[in-house]
C-alpha cells in the first residue's frame, strides 16, 4: 500500500511565498516520475509540474519561472517551492507519483 502525504499549504499574499512537500510511504521506488498538479473551483485538474530520477524537470507555462520542483530520493519527499504566488494559483495542490495521489493541500493566495 502507497501513501502519500502533503504539507505546507496555507494562505498567502499575492507576491509571497509557499513551500508543499509530499512524503511518499509503501513500495515507491526512487525510479519513478512524482510531480503535483492542481485544481481551482469550477476547474479541471492540471499538471503544474514533474520530476524524473535524475532530477530532469518539467513545469506548466503559468507557473515556470515562480515555482520550482526538487524531491529528496532517500527520503521519498518530493518538494514545491512556490514563489511569487498570485490569486490565480489558489487550488488545492495534489502529489503523485506513478498512480497514486495525495489527499491534497489547500493553497489560498489573497490579492
Known amino acids: 500500500q502507497v501513501q502519500l502525504v502533503e504539507s505546507g499549504g496555507g494562505l498567502v499574499q499575492a507576491g509571497g511565498s509557499l513551500r508543499l512537500s509530499c512524503v511518499a510511504s509503501?513500495?515507491?521506488?526512487?525510479?519513478?516520475?512524482m510531480g503535483w498538479s492542481r485544481r481551482a473551483p469550477g476547474n479541471q485538474r492540471e499538471l503544474v509540474a514533474h520530476i524524473s530520477s535524475a532530477n530532469t524537470t518539467f513545469y506548466a507555462n503559468s507557473v515556470k519561472g515562480r515555482f520550482t520542483i526538487s524531491r529528496d530520493n532517500a527520503k521519498n519527499t518530493v518538494y514545491l517551492q512556490m514563489n511569487n504566488l498570485k490569486p490565480e494559483d489558489t487550488a488545492v495542490y495534489y502529489c503523485?507519483?506513478?498512480?497514486?495521489w495525495g489527499q491534497g493541500t489547500q493553497v489560498t493566495v489573497s490579492s
Open positions: 509503501g513500495n515507491i521506488f526512487s525510479s519513478f516520475v
Open positions: 503523485w507519483v506513478n498512480a497514486y
